[in-house]
């Protein structure tokens, strides 16, 4: 296990992926480009057979580099590090500080992965790996990537990240969260994870510190009387409805924003969870009267307004 610390100065529980499991994970993606690259092939043969010799040879060289070279680099950029293999064996690669790779680093990865894989036969790649303290071949060194475990094994410490409470479903589906980079997400993730495994000291303080930062990025402060740890499962969860209304569309109906008054919005936490201090009292919402001077319906505090 390997703990990285991100510009937040927040520890994140990064796994490197062990030499057998990307071994594996590279035979299951040569084996898939070999046989794209065999197809091909075969395909073009025919398509070139009226050609000379010089030209034959210049197809194939071109096909090899787009297949071979190419295919790797174009599939860990559009799934951001999630190749057919590494899916298979549930690895992602990932930056130094945890976010998705670029183009550019699938670009160096793919390049020195010709040398270090398919002009060795995998030696450098292996020596490398085994020398690293993470488990880095060449290619992720100079590219700043990190090939991870992605699957958390049953009865482990787990992903399950806690929902925000009732009282703040759609609080916050005016943020702008654009500027909020993926590794403080990732961060933030990795605190909700973690935070019932913490001191409950140290939990507020890193709660604290990851609010302040989504906060500075969002341009919006955090609503006093919400305490940092559920506002930032608040916040992570509507960037997830967000993200997944991007994804599969879907038109439902937003979520009602919490009531307000003259003096701001009103909020009635309850109980923390274990990692993060009790909240203040719960206060009472204002209730709006009804349109036509009828009077709304009121929750039974025992509170009889006057005529």
């Known amino acids: 296990m390997s703990e990285l610390v991100t510009g937040e100065a927040v520890a ?14 590279v035979l299951l993606d040569l084996a898939a480009a070999v046989t794209v690259y065999i197809l091909v092939t075969l395909g073009l043969v ?11 040879t210049a197809v194939s060289i071109a096909t090899f580099v ?31 500080d945890g976010g998705p790779i670029r183009f550019r680093h699938a670009l160096v990865r793919g390049l020195l992965g010709v040398i270090e894989i398919l002009m060795t036969f995998g030696v450098v790649a292996c020596v490398a790996s085994l020398v690293s303290a993470r488990g880095r071949r060449l290619g992720d060194v100079f590219a700043g990537t990190l090939v991870v475990r992605e699957r958390v094994p049953a009865g482990g ?20 969260l654009s ?11 990795q605190y ?15 709660a604290e510190r990851l609010a302040s930062d989504v906060a500075g990025r969002t341009g919006a402060p955090v609503p006093p009387g919400v305490p940092p740890a559920m506002y930032l499962a608040a916040v992570l969860q509507e960037r997830q409805a967000r993200e997944a209304q991007r994804t599969f569309g879907g038109g439902g109906a937003p979520a009602a924003p919490a009531p307000s008054g003259a003096g701001g919005p009103v909020l009635a936490p309850p109980a923390g969870p274990a990692a993060v201090p009790p909240a203040a ?22 509170f009889v307004p006057p005529a």
């Open 157 to 176: 410490q787990g992903g399950f990240v806690p929902p925000p409470p009732p009282w703040l479903a759609g609080r916050f589906s005016g943020l702008d």
């Open 179 to 189: 500027a909020v980079p993926d590794g403080l997400w990732l961060a933030v993730r």
């Open 46 to 56: 025919a398509a070139t057979a009226s050609l000379d010799e010089a030209a034959r």
């Open 192 to 206: 909700l994870t973690r935070m019932r495994q913490l001191d409950p000291q140290v939990g507020w303080s890193m």
């Open 281 to 302: 009292p719960p206060a009472v919402p204002p209730v709006a009267p009804t349109s036509g001077g009828a009077s709304a319906e009121r929750p039974a505090t025992g």
């Open 12 to 25: 994140l529980e990064l796994r490197p992926a062990k030499l057998p499991s990307r071994g594996l994970a």
């Open 66 to 96: 787009l297949v071979l070279v190419g295919g790797p680099i174009l599939v860990e950029t559009l799934t951001h590090g999630r190749s057919l293999g590494k899916l298979a064996c549930g690895l992602r690669v990932v930056r130094d």
